[in-house]
């Protein structure tokens, strides 16, 4: 009896481990979190030459290749970082890049933020709000060097004054050149085989579009005369997107600018974005736009350029490093692009839809025992990435250990990159290249392009193939020293935090928009649905928008 | 009272046994309950739970008065009460089929390869759905080309859309299904099929008045089970598949909380409408919980 009740009380003993062991999944599921967050605590204030730790979240990347043995948790990067200035980096996690933005919010949201972040400008407003963030006007201005201080006022101090909110400095403004425009590529072998002339206005591109398609100088049977992508207005789609086919008809995407009267309007629902539509459901009607554009990302797309199928692109400045991947087969050059300035429907010129310059900040936790590791890595970076003639160890930080430029973007592992806010590359660079002439070059980023560019002209490295279409004598930069001179860009006049309609309503605004010009452009309506649309934005809460962004405008003026 | 006392001297090992489990209980489900206040709040990460300002029903104002409301209920109970019903029908017919096969290793392959599907997540599916249904390359359409009919956009076309998300969903996961009900067939006593077969009832009468009585309480359990889904209509599926032209028939509350709650960072509203989706699965689940004692006088607990 009593043998019996023994062994059935192991029976339920182990059973109820086995219950418990399912739960604990959960339990494990949660841990990963907190090492980090026991190391930087046990840390104590650092004696001079100690390794100080910083904490951060990296964004992986298909174009990061790693080095044999390397990772986000160990790599030469990191290691000489830690080395050179005795920071050493840490990551809290790695997401993708489809789901770093997401990933990054419910951090946020769950309040267990890293040391060190790249938040949107949206996001620092609310960090700063909610007293998540560190006033790091002290710490940079004690721990920058000059050398930074000067590299982040290039543009008299602009970015770094949307980075300051009420006075204290609450970010780190990744700096970029504002002046970021969008080009049309073109295939210009198939142009000279159907003798047909390069694009100057909108309805040569139609004619292009047109000839591409009825001649299929591709020869695959399934010829269509653009490419376009499943979320073309997005800024994120830097390649297959529609926005400079908007600018080309003095259409814009989601931005706010000046009417007649002085005041702030959206682009979105301007009668000239309805001629854009028109065009577009013009092509579609007669097969130049891929009908399934609407289910098929970027790099799906893009397979039709690779295949021969599309030959006309509108896209950024890097959009060749995208092409490369079918221009250059078995090493040889088997199509030829050509990169002309967006094209206007009108007589009027082109202009470019741009951004600030600025849209992301580097933030620092409130949390953060060591806010000058930060600067630190910032002082370093700014070093490393704009020396003419790098030493062996900055070289390390830029291309892993081997030291030399073998194409897996080493660069992406340093936690903290700004860039220039002013360029020059296309003055430079397509004379230099142009003439074969080093001298003239200025900045580290040029001679680096001077030379990728050399390496295709003087045939050692025929995978160099876009940097010419990028930075060479007809490269895309060729066409900037024109458009800056003439000032034919538009930059977004509202850099303010999300008002209270816009956070309640910009939602079905955007779902509105995006239906009503996707069934437009796939000839679901008739283009004059555009016109209903206008009226339900403005009631659906565009009007009280409009209204919030105007009183912000006049106090920001 | 001696009793008591004596029992609980004999079975308090027992008790002790369940206490891992119970604190793993409290603290995993029971817990994270307190999450609801979020419903209620303007909810602002740093100041947490505790902090964050109390805006009564806002949230759920915000709900109601969202223009769209009324279709994006309409599109997530229609798509969703088809995938119940279809997820019914479908895995019964099998698995009554199944069990009419008299080689057992058909019957075995034939079960494990439906059930495959099952284990792949809709973020891979999805791009082969994208393939399989392309209009200009997909398989299907090449298929009914054979048949002289125009190539169908069925991603892209607002009257495809909900079935082509039935169909597929019916299609991942009907295997699973079928092992459940396949399980339920293997209770019924045999010896009922030889009485059928003296009385004279065929295959097919057998079927009718043998198997499908004996598995109306497995049936009705899924059934009871299911309803508690009528609001959910499948987000992963549809957030991989859908795009801005299907959103009138394509754009369900997951979805839409989706761009509302976690593109825009309104957390509160996003619990306000799980509170909301989390009570009418209970109400259904309740209802037809009764339902299914009165009329089929059949109690799951």
Redesign the interface.
Known sequence: MRRKSKSL?IV??VL??A??AC??T??EAQKPAEPAKEQTQTQETPKENEVIEVSTVAQSDPYLKFDEGESFDKNAVYDQYEKDIGVKITNKWVADVTQFK?KL??T????DIPDLMLVEATQLK?LA????IMDITDVYDKNATDNTKKFLTMDGGMQMKTATIDGKLMGIPSSYNPYNFQYLYVRTDWLKKLNLPEPKTMQDVMTIAEAFKTKDPGGTG?PYGLAVS?EPFKIDTGVTGLRAFLNGYHAYENMWMEDASGNLVNSDIQPQVKDALKALQDMFKKGLID??F???DTE?EAELLYNNNVGLVFGASWTPAQLVKGAVKDGKVVQEWGAYPIPSADGKPTLNQIGLGVDQYYVISKQAKHPEGVIRLLNEWIVVDNTMTPTDDQKTILFGKDKKEKGSNYWLLSPLRVGKQLDNNGEILPKAIGTKDASILQTADQKGRYERAMKFIDGTDINMWWEPLISGPNGAVSHNPKILQNKEYLQDKFYGAATPTM??R???LK?KR??I???II?N?VSVDEFDKFVAEWKK?GGDDITKEVNEWYASHK | MNVLTRMWKREW??HM??L??LI??LI?CYYPMAGIMMAFQK??????LLGSPFIGMRNFQ?LIE???IGRVFLNTIYIAVMKIIAGLIVPITIAILLNELRKEWVKRTFQTLVYLPHFLSWVLLSGIL?DIL???SGILNQVLGIFGIKPI?F??DNAWFPYVMVISDVWKEFGFGTIVYLAALTGINPSLYEAAEIDGAGRFKQILNVTLPGMMPIIILMLTLNIGNVLNAGFEQIFN?Y???V??SA?IIDTFVY??G??????GFATAVGLLKSIVSFIFISVSYVLAYRIANYRIF
Do not use: H
């Open positions: 009380l339920l003993f109820s481990m219950l418990t739960g604990g959960k339990e997401e919010k419910m946020i949201a769950s309040n609310e709000e909610a007293d998540m399934k499943k009908p399934e609407a289910v098929k799906k956070v309640d910009l939602e079905i779902k995006d239906e010009y996707f069934k796939m679901q659906l | 090992p027992l046994m369940l891992p489990g793993l209980v995993f909810y602002i990460p740093n100041k947490g915000l969202y223009p769209d994208v392309s209009p200009s956009f991603l892209g598949l795009s801005p032209p959103y009138e754009d761009r509302m976690v593109q825009q960072a309104q957390f």
